[in-house]
């Protein structure tokens, strides 16, 4: 177990455009060569945009491309022709695959912050897709199966107990709340990296929320 607390992010962004980001591995000039992924994931950024603050129109390619809101709402438009409202709940999923281009914004007049995470597909090439799945029920798995990964969301009650998966690769973020992991207390932003997971439990020491990505090797 790597445990990340959430001070440690890199700080990233453009604070005079009200884009404040924390970096959980190496990106753009924030460069570590031994923080470059885990497993599949390549980046996992908390944005926090100011109102009326965003990310104008760019492109990815080759990367699967989740989103969580963490409070607020997000405006979502890329070059497929979706446009989306984001909020706290939903599951976005960009497949970025051979080339996309897209817009993220607050146009809402409260702060919004997100988490965006990048995984690495298991083959490039392909067309671009994109998915949002509204209000996903607790314990509910989301498949990215172009990058061999699922997310668990789980939203744990005090001293309520949920497994972590047995897999290759663990990846834990708490969203909200505190946990209990293997002796760790766990608070909002702090993460996990775990090798060959066996027989953990994750528990509510608050009510909480945690995003676990299973990930083979």
Same mark, same amino acid.
């Given at each position: 177990?790597?445990?990340?607390? $959430?001070?440690?992010? /890199?700080?990233?962004?453009?604070?005079? *455009?009200? #884009? =404040?980001?924390?970096?959980?591995?190496?990106?753009?000039? @924030?460069? %570590?060569?031994?923080?470059?992924?885990?497993?599949?994931? #390549?980046?996992?950024?908390?944005?926090?945009?100011?109102?009326?603050?965003?990310? %104008?129109?760019?492109?990815?390619?080759?990367?699967?491309?989740? *989103?969580?809101?963490?409070?607020?709402?997000?405006? @979502?438009?890329?070059?497929?022709?979706?446009?989306?409202?984001?909020?706290?709940?939903?599951?976005?999923? &960009?497949?970025?695959?051979?080339?996309?281009? @897209?817009?993220?914004?607050? =146009?809402? +007049?409260?702060?919004?912050?997100? &988490?965006?995470?990048?995984? $690495?597909?298991?083959?490039?090439?392909? %067309?671009?897709?994109?998915? #949002?799945?509204?209000?996903?029920?607790?314990?509910?798995? /989301?498949?990215?199966?172009?990058?061999?990964?699922?997310?668990?969301?789980?939203?744990?009650?005090?001293?309520?107990?949920?497994? #972590?998966?047995?897999? $290759? /690769?663990? /990846?834990?973020?708490?969203?909200?709340?505190?946990?209990? &992991?293997?002796?760790?207390?766990?608070?909002?932003?702090?993460?996990?990296?775990?090798?060959? $997971?066996? +027989?953990?439990?994750?528990?509510?020491? *608050?009510?909480?929320?945690?995003? &676990?990505?299973?990930?083979?090797?």
């Amino acid at each position: 177990m790597d445990v990340r607390r $959430a001070g440690e992010r /890199y700080r990233g962004g453009d604070p005079e *455009t009200g #884009i =404040d980001t924390r970096h959980a591995f190496s990106f753009g000039p @924030h460069y %570590d060569p031994g923080n470059l992924r885990f497993g599949a994931v #390549i980046a996992c950024n908390e944005e926090r945009l100011a109102p009326g603050a965003g990310f %104008d129109e760019h492109p990815h390619s080759h990367t699967e491309i989740v *989103t969580w809101v963490v409070e607020g709402e997000l405006t @979502h438009r890329d070059s497929t022709g979706h446009e989306t409202r984001v909020r706290p709940g939903d599951v976005q999923h &960009l497949s970025a695959a051979a080339g996309v281009r @897209h817009v993220e914004r607050n =146009d809402a +007049s409260v702060p919004l912050t997100f &988490l965006q995470m990048w995984l $690495a597909p298991l083959e490039p090439g392909g %067309d671009p897709s994109y998915e #949002i799945i509204h209000g996903i029920a607790d314990s509910t798995p /989301y498949a990215v199966p172009g990058a061999g990964a699922m997310l668990h969301v789980r939203r744990l009650l005090p001293g309520e107990r949920t497994a #972590i998966p047995d897999a $290759a /690769y663990v /990846y834990a973020h708490v969203v909200h709340g505190e946990i209990r &992991l293997d002796g760790e207390t766990l608070g909002p932003g702090d993460s996990v990296r775990i090798t060959g $997971a066996e +027989s953990l439990e994750a528990v509510g020491v *608050t009510a909480a929320e945690l995003l &676990l990505w299973e990930m083979t090797p």
